[in-house]
């Protein structure tokens, strides 16, 4: 399913929609487990995936080390994408990921516990959406807060 978050880009400044949807896949995977972790080992496991993201949204999704696991194992068996995506929208959803896992970190470590395990269900779905269905929400917000904006 193609997003309205996917917009036509030049092949230089372009990354491979797939790209994202197998972060979000591992991803999901990453936040699957930290649901099931005791709370302590939750906390490292968030933080971790609350590093993941600041790469993802501070030096683009294309620099993560799950666009190299991408691009090293699963893209040479793919063929070439239809399209390139704007890579600004999944560096945004990077960084919505990375509020959650942030909110969750805190949740986790004032004792909050609730807090930090409904702050990873949001992002989980999120993930969800967008490794199964191919629909990213932070992608759509950013194209949202663009349109508003103008």
Request: glycine letters at 8%; hydrophobic letters at 55%.
């Amino acid at each position: 399913m193609t997003t309205t978050a996917q917009q036509r880009t030049p092949a230089s400044a372009g990354i491979d929609p797939r790209g994202p949807q197998f972060t979000a896949g591992l991803t999901a995977v990453v936040l699957v487990v930290v649901l099931l972790l005791p709370t302590t080992a939750a906390a490292v496991l968030t933080g971790v995936q609350a590093v993941l993201f600041a790469v993802g949204a501070t030096r683009g999704v294309q620099h993560t080390p799950h666009a190299w696991l991408f691009r090293t194992f699963v893209r040479p068996r793919l063929a070439a994408p239809d399209e390139l995506e704007d890579p600004a929208p999944p560096r945004f959803a990077q960084a919505v990921g990375l509020v959650f896992t942030l909110v969750a970190l805190i949740g986790f470590g004032s004792g909050l516990t609730v807090l930090g395990q409904v702050a990873i269900g949001f992002a989980l779905v999120a993930a969800l959406l967008n490794a199964v269905f191919r629909f990213c929400l932070g992608c759509e917000m950013y194209l949202l807060i663009k349109r508003a904006a103008h």
